[in-house]
């Protein structure tokens, strides 16, 4: 009988080779001397034979080969290799007991029994080494053929065993086999079993100093630590998994900016509706238990808290609630002025105080609110208490909602108990055509310039002649399916991701001058942007699929009978960056100089806004334009484009010797433009049309604190003779750790206690915390001109 099989110690059956016992016996001879292989090539033969006939009925095993190569050796007159084979056989065994394999894995679950290739977390074990769990996972990772993995898998052992080590974790071998592998030439297998993580020397540098790149996450804490090494692993995996290599290299190489990249596993931003708590109450897969309908206001705020505690898991930005004054009406018109307003206290603190979002940062909350009823909303049965019909219109209860209006925007004017402004929830204040015909609702408009001439914190949001909801900084939609309208709650939308196109890069890759080419360019960038958002598309229909899928909760149908998230009905966005700097490197002028780059500003805009219009038609969904929250982005971008582009040192705004350089904002004229207030928001409400999915003119004032009425004549201008989305007075402000009071500039040393122990405020797109800012947002405060808004407003008159 030829021996065709070997049992391994595995129990694996493997094809019988007479070569590995030639290797082996050849091994140990060259260890006392020898140098002749034909002998041992005769010894391996003379094995086989005698394997041949002791197991004719049986697979003989490794052992079994391992004793009859000692025995062969010995009766054939080889003592010495048959010692040196002895010895080395033993040593071998030695290693295999007591190497152990330290291996962080998952406490249960079907990670627990993940190969030894994957690294894991949760605690820290060792166990027995094991080599074909390395053939297992190459198999499995890199897609290897069976043999080639033995092969591997064989030749990291016996690196590992000459190196005599008695210990060894899962990332020390995991670079073993990719160093073999390299050496083999399976570089495009390398991709494929890759480890996500980062180096010890950066996550120490996380430890000991805050990451500055979200200036929302006010101090550093172990839940920051956390979020930024889970990005730091998202964004590889993102960049590797979730997006084609020619979306990822477009990223990478500056041509365009994925928005949170480190959260592929959720959506962007969205508006939720009060309506549907109300009118169901609270149930959601992560809690336990379940609650009916709120029948008291004080309930209804913990319900939403609750929800929005819950809901901020899946989604990446901010979380509105639209017509916050409205909805409550018919939980509060029985309240008095001082109980009205100490549900509004309730509410706002309570979402300015939930600072267990993602990095221990409070949740970004936009409450929407209204100076009345919407003509579309007046005559919608109202659900109060119970989640049951009242028997009343909502237009009914538009003196509720005007006098909850009041409280809320009190509250807001006060701040908290140190009369600290409130950066979250922010307060999107609704202006439309009835606010300036109906008193009561100009009464509510003057008080909210009053709150903004001292604090900055009503957001204008200008309804004109259509239905729209706010979330995030500057994102809003608008409403057109009547069925929203009809049923509120129903009403909500979601951000589906958003991809800024580098406007410079464009114009670098088009060439001075050459128009046609830049048009080229920009619709390169989009077409890659577009791309990114189909290929997360895919992968987030994915994670909704399942009930154990991560995005099961806003995937599947909710209670009003629709999926709680419609892919199909979402926004793709489509952002800006670096207008200006596009146009002084095509025409040698910026934004402000003149007509004639304005109105390139304005065709190249224009060309975008069809080129996602044309793609919405054709793929049936909604694609449309943002000026991009570039917090990061406009460091990021910049700091690429000057490595690879020598031309973009002389456009980047800011300090490069600092390494405090930056582009402008999306369609913004650059911070320190020598225009003044109202020819900034004239020129950049231009674009305002055509940028569906939010745009936002921040009036900076500084340390002035323009009166109200000069506030009330500029937002009654942009109103009426622009096309602004939103308009907001942004002051600054710097706050004593130490006395708690507030000094209405930024200031190095308190003016009242002459502490040092500061921070300060800047509104940008909430209250932000500069300390908290990187060095290009620093150097760009900087830069910033500006204006006293009394000044401006005697064109306003």
């Not at 990446?316 to 409550?328: E, F, P, R, T």
Request: net charge negative; proline share 3%; glycine share 6%.
């Amino acid at each position: 009988m030829t021996v065709e099989t070997i049992q391994k110690r595995d129990g694996r059956m493997v094809s019988f080779d007479e070569n590995k016992i030639a290797d082996a016996i050849f091994k140990a001879a060259k260890a006392v001397g020898g140098a002749d292989r034909s002998i041992a090539t005769e010894l391996a033969s003379v094995v086989t034979h005698f394997l041949q006939k002791r197991f004719e009925e049986n697979i003989p095993g490794i052992e079994d080969v391992q004793d009859l190569v000692e025995e062969v050796l010995i009766k054939n007159g080889h003592a010495k290799t048959a010692k040196a084979y002895i010895l080395y056989r033993e040593d071998r065994a030695k290693v295999r007991k007591s190497l152990r394999v330290r291996k962080q894995t998952s406490k249960s679950g079907d990670t627990t029994d993940a190969a030894l290739m994957v690294d894991l977390v949760s605690k820290d074990e060792s166990f027995p080494w094991d080599r074909m769990k390395i053939a297992t996972a190459l198999e499995k990772e890199a897609e290897l053929s069976e043999a080639i993995s033995q092969e591997v898998a064989a030749a990291v052992e016996r690196r590992i065993f000459a190196s005599g080590l008695d210990r060894i974790s899962t990332a020390l071998i995991r670079e073993l086999v990719d160093n073999e592998l390299f050496e083999r030439g399976y570089n495009a297998k390398l991709k494929k079993q890759a480890s996500l993580g980062m180096p010890k020397y950066d996550i120490e540098e996380l430890i000991y100093s805050k990451v500055k790149e979200n200036s929302n996450i006010a101090t550093n804490n172990p839940e920051a630590i956390n979020l930024a090494i889970a990005e730091n692993t998202m964004k590889q995996y993102a960049l590797q998994e979730v997006y084609s290599k020619e979306v990822a290299d477009a990223h990478t190489s500056g041509m365009v900016h994925i928005h949170d990249l480190g959260y592929p596993t959720r959506v962007y931003c969205s508006s939720h509706s009060l309506e549907y708590l109300k009118k169901y109450g609270l149930s959601l897969e992560n809690l336990d238990t379940a609650s009916a309908p709120a029948k008291h206001a004080r309930t209804l705020t913990g319900h939403l808290n609750t929800f929005l505690a819950s809901m901020q898991a899946y989604y990446a930005g901010a979380l509105g609630i639209g017509y916050v004054n409205i909805m409550y009406a018919p939980y509060v018109e029985h309240m008095s002025d001082e109980e009205m307003k100490q549900e509004a206290q309730h509410l706002i603190f309570s979402g300015s105080q939930s600072a267990f979002s993602r990095g221990g940062q409070t949740l970004f909350l936009d409450f929407n609110i209204h100076t009345g009823v919407p003509n579309y909303l007046k005559k919608i049965k109202a659900v109060g208490p119970g989640g049951k019909y009242t028997g009343k219109t909502y237009g009914e209860y538009e003196e509720a909602s005007q006098r909850f209006t009041k409280a809320l925007l009190d509250v807001w004017r006060n701040g908290d108990c140190h009369g600290h402004v409130f950066a979250f929830p922010k307060c999107d204040f609704h202006i439309s055509q009835e606010t300036y015909t109906d008193p009561k609702q100009f009464e509510l408009l003057e008080y909210a310039a009053l709150i903004a001439s001292e604090n900055g914190v009503p957001y204008f949001v200008f309804d004109r002649d259509e239905i729209t909801l706010s979330a995030c900084c500057r994102l809003r939609t608008t409403i057109d399916d009547n069925y929203m309208i009809d049923h509120p709650e129903s009403m909500r939308f979601c951000g589906f991701q958003n991809i800024t196109v580098s406007l410079p890069q464009a114009a670098y890759r088009a060439g001075r001058g050459n128009l046609d080419k830049l048009y080229k360019e920009i619709d390169r960038g989009m077409d890659i942007a577009i791309k990114a958002h189909f290929e997360k598309k895919h992968f987030i229909t994915r994670l909704m699929s399942s009930p154990n899928m991560p995005l099961w909760e806003i995937g599947k149908t909710a209670h009003d009978g629709r999926p709680y998230v419609d892919l199909e009905a979402a926004t793709y966005i489509v952002g800006i960056i670096g207008l200006n700097e596009c146009l002084q490197f095509m025409i040698g002028k910026e934004l402000h100089d003149d007509d004639e780059a304005l109105k390139l500003g304005l065709r190249i805009i224009s060309h975008m806004y069809f080129k996602v219009k044309e793609e919405g038609k054709k793929h049936n969904l909604k694609f449309s334009l943002e000026e991009s929250p570039a917090e990061s982005a406009s460091r990021r971008l910049a700091k690429i484009d000057v490595r690879n582009f020598p031309e973009a040192v002389d456009l980047v705004k800011g300090h490069m010797e600092r390494d405090e350089f930056y582009y402008t904002n999306s369609v913004h004229l650059r911070p320190d433009a020598p225009v003044d207030m109202v020819k900034r928001i004239e020129v950049q409400s231009m674009f305002h049309g055509m940028i569906e999915s939010g745009a936002i003119i921040h009036a900076f004032v500084g340390e002035e604190r323009p009166p109200a009425s000069s506030i009330i004549k500029l937002v009654k201008r942009t109103f009426e003779n622009t096309q602004a989305a939103q308009l907001t007075i942004s002051p600054e402000f710097t706050i004593c750790n130490e006395c708690k009071r507030v000094i209405p500039r930024l200031v190095d040393q308190c003016s009242y206690c002459d502490a040092s122990n500061l921070y300060s405020i800047k509104r940008t797109a909430s209250q932000d915390k500069v300390n908290n800012w990187d060095r290009s947002k620093m150097q760009e405060l900087v830069n910033r001109h500006e204006e006293n808004i009394t000044a401006s407003n005697k064109s306003c008159k």
